[in-house]
């Protein structure tokens, strides 16, 4: 019998994905499962980008490749009608669209990494992260963010003591997937000043820009002054429009050499999906209220999430500032396990609760194994009912340990 490559074998399973087929077991059994263990919202995608898509079927008498670069529609309209509005100023040349924000990611890397090289992240990070990484040969090394200080960012001499030679990019995301913190212009600053300091690419994920709840608008990396080599924006339509099925999204950098690159990987994959061009196009017609609706919509969540979280028996989750996920630490013997039982053994009223061990967000061994991540992305009564179960299995639980 032939043998998978001991790379293939060796890959890490996604943390958000890979207890799917026990969900699908339990809904086979005419069990209801909550899902808030992936970011999928229930709010609707907008009007205008779904009607592009149904306008374009109407008039296409079939689908070919597009520029490698994405339309050129698409770019143009990103620039004047999206990333002007926010005070990103980008011409053409700095702009091609991806296959979804994970392509932009994996391919930022490989731009700035050769095997062997080292990004800095700061933990707990988005577990695919990990994913690219492994698959290019490049190591992830964790700079540290503890919950219970609601994971602040060290002070920058601590991230510089981490800095080798091998060292050649740090990578945020702002808000965080999966914490919900939100950086700080001045933390941009500092980290910017480290990039500079050790001539680093900055990579900086900003997929969840719209979705802050503080009075402060969002900083972009983008913007920091005296890094237009070093940065590296990676950005979405799927948070921004609910438009996550699309699988569009781009990769940004006034740095020639950067760009340039990212076009031999975009040609090794011919072209982004067609009809998610064509939603997304659609999309930057969105209105303003959408999104102001959309912003309330998610802090009313995020504070129904966090107030019932920390009403639950030995159960700690900070108040994030942005983006629609939370870290909670359970009192449970071990997240991974917890999660599993939830979905093979535990029913409240036919219903089960589905949510994301974090340990693997995590690169300091040891760290996150009694921490989930919460998708606040259903609406609040289904939200509330979502965290009644959850509650009730955690009194449940044979391994709690409160």
């Not at 890397?109 to 698959?135: R, S």
């Not at 067609?274 to 997304?280: D, I, T």
Request: hydrophobic letters at 40%; proline letters at 6%.
């Amino acid at each position: 019998m032939p043998q998978i490559s001991k790379k293939s074998a060796a890959m890490p399973a996604s943390a958000i994905r890979k207890f799917v087929p026990l969900s699908d077991a339990a809904k086979a059994d005419g069990v209801k499962v909550y899902h808030l263990n992936v970011g999928a919202p229930d709010i609707k995608s907008p009007r205008c980008a779904l009607d592009a898509v149904a306008q374009k079927c109407e008039e296409l008498d079939h689908i070919s490749y597009t520029n490698s670069a994405g339309f050129l529609e698409l770019r143009k309209g990103l620039i004047d009608k999206y990333y002007k509005k926010i005070g990103i100023d980008i011409e053409l040349k700095d702009i091609l669209v991806e296959v979804a924000g994970s392509e932009a990611f994996a391919v930022a890397m490989q731009i700035a990494c050769d095997k062997g090289d080292e990004i800095l992240v700061f933990e707990p990070f988005y577990t695919n992260y990990n994913t690219f990484a492994y698959l290019n040969g490049i190591t992830l090394k964790a700079v540290h963010t503890d919950i219970r200080k609601g994971f602040a960012l060290p002070p920058v001499e601590e991230m510089e003591k981490m800095v080798t030679p091998a060292t050649k990019a740090v990578l945020i995301s702002n808000p965080s997937n999966p914490s919900g913190t939100l950086y700080s212009r001045e933390e941009l600053e500092s980290i910017g000043e480290l990039c500079r300091r050790h001539d680093l690419f900055l990579i900086s994920d900003e997929v969840y820009r719209e979705y802050c709840f503080t009075e402060e608008p969002h900083f972009s990396a983008f913007n920091l002054p005296g890094l237009e080599q070093n940065v590296i924006l990676v950005d979405s339509v799927s948070k921004r429009y609910n438009l996550c099925g699309t699988r569009i999204g781009c990769i940004i950098s006034r740095n020639a050499e950067v760009m340039a690159a990212a076009m031999k990987y975009a040609q090794s994959r011919l072209c982004p999906p067609v009809l998610g061009q064509y939603a997304a196009i659609g999309a930057l017609d969105t209105p303003q209220e959408y999104f102001d609706e959309t912003v309330e919509e998610y802090r009313k969540r995020r504070d129904c999430a966090v107030e019932m979280l920390n009403a639950m028996p030995g159960v700690f989750a900070p108040c994030p500032q942005g983006a629609f996920y939370t870290i909670a630490e359970l009192p449970v013997d071990n997240a991974e396990s917890f999660v599993k039982w939830m979905l093979t053994d535990f029913r409240k009223d036919g219903a089960t609760t589905m949510v994301t061990p974090v340990a693997s967000f995590y690169k300091t061994p040891g760290e996150g194994l009694r921490q989930v991540r919460i998708a606040y992305v259903l609406e609040v009564p289904e939200l509330r009912k979502a965290l009644d179960v959850l509650a009730a299995g955690l009194e449940a639980y044979p391994g709690r340990t409160l």
